[in-house]
């Protein structure tokens, strides 16, 4: 099998998850016997572009010429069985879509976040959730608040590039929705059921799991939609030393409040930003990951890091946080179907929890508040030790690289045997 892995890499300076999944992914392509053929830009390039590319620039998220030309030409020359796509912007296009089916290539892509609709691709805007764009044809607030990179300009390209770009993303043969709300949101954007396959992505075995530490950790971006500051509102909601340590790893615009956080409390402690053995290292001296977003985050890559070493997590309910812990239940509320609510366990195995925390298989989940985290905090460090094999459990059985790989070629395949009429 040979497959056109396309991915438009996010500047090396922008920690980006997705360049490091699709990094892994095609390794681990490669590992399972697949011929990979990476069709990859970079956007560190548009520095060091001639006059005349980047005199293009403007128009690259719509159409990128050099793109589909080089694509072009890599698709007669070899003749792959289906095009993979990651993120096409700036410098490969939407377009890319189109110019494999001229070639007659299916093309599944992975949807890493809502920029089918949404401008800034997170539904998030002035410190809250934000759809004003959903149903629009033409995503005016998002020019009208400058959602693309605070330029009304840039603004303005990407919302047209998303209407013009609406039949394209319709014709696409197969989308990887990495959770069930990602798969909703492809729903809602007109995408028929059976062109939609859920396929999380894969975190490396760490291997067996290291004996439960003690306390939680926060590793994500400090910016306002991943909760750096709707944590340390919880947190302060707790007698210092009451719930053990917190451990916040990142960076971001959010540092300082972390830094000041962290010179207040003893029980706070803020570890910079982690290479990949202080990942694992942080995530061992912990008992309980969270995941604090304030955004319908799509995958956050630590949740499935702390259940590959038996670390169960507490996330908001939000985006594809209940599916990765086990508590998600599609077209019901989080914390409900599958995943028992908390008077549903009240009194079955010891006191009764707080209302309002949802229990799945490998964690918990709460409304984006601090007051519900706050409340779900002493009862996650408490129920930490019977989660931990449930955790790994989960990892093992939906987020192994073994497991997710096999579930990629298989989709691979199934493109080959069925391709789409549009």
């Known amino acids: 099998m040979k497959i056109v892995v396309a991915h438009n890499r996010y500047r090396e300076a922008q920690p980006s998850g997705e360049n490091t999944i699709v990094d892994s992914e095609i390794a681990q392509l490669t590992a399972a016997g697949v011929e990979v053929l990476p069709f990859i830009r970079s956007s560190d390039e548009i520095p060091s572009m001639s006059k005349a590319a980047k005199a293009l620039l403007p128009i690259s998220p719509i159409w990128a010429p050099r793109a589909q030309h080089d694509l072009s030409r890599l698709l007669t020359e070899h003749r792959p069985d289906a095009l993979h796509l990651h993120n096409p912007y700036p410098l490969l296009s939407p377009w890319v879509v189109r110019t494999a089916h001229r070639h007659g290539v299916p093309v599944v892509q992975t949807v890493h976040n809502y920029r089918q609709v949404c401008s800034s691709g997170i539904y998030f805007r002035d410190g809250v959730i934000c759809q004003d764009c959903k149903g629009r044809t033409l995503g005016v607030p998002a020019i009208k608040h400058r959602c693309y990179r605070d330029s009304a300009a840039q603004s303005a390209l990407m919302a047209t590039t998303l209407a013009v770009h609406r039949g394209t993303w319709r014709s696409v043969d197969r989308y990887v929705a990495l959770t069930t709300a990602i798969a909703d949101h492809l729903r809602e954007y007109g995408i028929p059921d059976d062109r939609i396959v859920v396929k999380p992505n894969a975190v490396p075995d760490?291997?067996?799991?290291?004996?439960?530490?003690?306390?939680?950790?926060?590793?994500?971006?400090?910016?306002?939609?991943?909760?750096?500051?709707?944590?340390?509102?919880?947190?302060?909601?707790?007698?210092?030393?009451?719930?053990?340590?917190?451990?916040?790893?990142?960076?971001?615009?959010?540092?300082?409040?972390?830094?000041?956080?962290?010179?207040?409390?003893?029980?706070?402690?803020?570890?910079?930003?982690?290479?990949?053995?202080?990942?694992?290292?942080?995530?061992?001296?912990?008992?309980?990951?969270?995941?604090?977003?304030?955004?319908?985050?799509?995958?956050?890559t630590v949740i499935i890091e702390a259940l590959a070493s038996g670390r169960p997590v507490l996330g908001t309910a939000l985006g594809g946080i209940p599916y990765l812990v086990g508590a998600d239940a599609p077209h019901e509320p989080a914390g409900t179907g599958p995943a028992e609510t908390a008077s549903a366990v009240a009194g079955r195995d010891g006191p009764a929890m707080p209302a309002g925390i949802g229990v799945g298989e490998a964690g918990w989940v709460v409304a984006p508040e601090p007051a519900a985290l706050a409340a779900a905090l002493p009862v996650a460090r408490a129920g930490a030790s019977g989660l931990t094999l449930a955790a790994r459990a989960r990892y093992e059985r939906t987020f192994h690289p073994d497991v997710v790989t096999k579930q990629l070629i298989d989709i691979y395949a199934s493109m080959a045997r069925t391709p789409n009429p549009a």
């Open 206 to 300: 760490p291997g067996r799991p290291a004996p439960l530490g003690d306390g939680f950790l926060y590793m994500a971006r400090l910016s306002p939609e991943k909760g750096a500051d709707l944590l340390l509102d919880a947190w302060r909601r707790h007698p210092v030393g009451t719930l053990g340590t917190l451990r916040i790893a990142g960076d971001g615009e959010l540092r300082p409040l972390v830094e000041a956080a962290a010179a207040e409390r003893p029980d706070v402690i803020y570890l910079g930003q982690l290479d990949r053995a202080g990942v694992r290292a942080a995530v061992e001296a912990s008992a309980v990951v969270i995941a604090a977003s304030m955004w319908h985050d799509v995958l956050p």
